[in-house]
């Protein structure tokens, strides 16, 4: 399992049960909340909310409850205030973690955070001390039974993106979240699905974990982050070999 791409599939495919339904739709809310709040309700001049509502168009979301986001967001109907918090720091084997929360209540969520660092072997550690390992992108994959690799790339790079690698059976492309719209939209008018499709923290290098028992807990705590109310992301710089992913699964 190597990059971040591949925790947010094991995501994205962990988040279309109906158990995970009602919490991703939260949080899906709060994220459309803030960006209608830091932009404005018009999704057509706000790139961070037309970002949000596409997201929740994504998990099936019911319209009327995406519109009462927005309303709530631009102050038109009474709504909880929230605030975004990036904490950062340390899975077992040296792994660097950053966990993206929206909340209500930093007293609250703050120690909570700490506490799943602790209790999963990790640490909690300053601001600054991992977000100099990641790098703000868009990033599409797309499985490679449903592209060509040489059309794909060709249809990436003129739509704007950076890079495309091949990791295990998909193709992860890269691009400046500029350039993210015009690329999804170009892939959507070639009728190429993706598995994943997001503006993400991607790390710039990555640590190697090779034993099974420390790949369990790194997995642990990704998950356990995932399923906090408040959080919205978890970006990781783990690579674990995909032997040991099954192992562990």
Known sequence: MSGHSHWAGIRYKKAVTDAKRGKMWSKLARMIIVAAKSGGGDPAANISLRYAIDKAKAANMPKDTIE????KGTGEVKGVNFEEVLYEGYAPGGVAIMVDALTDNRNRTTPEIKRLFEKLGGSLGTSGCVNWMFAKLGLITVSTAEADEDELLEIALAAGADDMQTVGGIFEITCAPAAYEKLKERLQEKEIATEVAEI?????????????STAKK???MMEAFEDHDDVQNVYANFDIPDEIVSRIS
């Open 218 to 220: 790194i997995i642990s």
């Open 200 to 212: 993400s923290m991607v790390p710039q290098n990555t640590v190697p974990v090779n034993d099974a």
């Open 68 to 71: 009462k986001a927005i309303k």
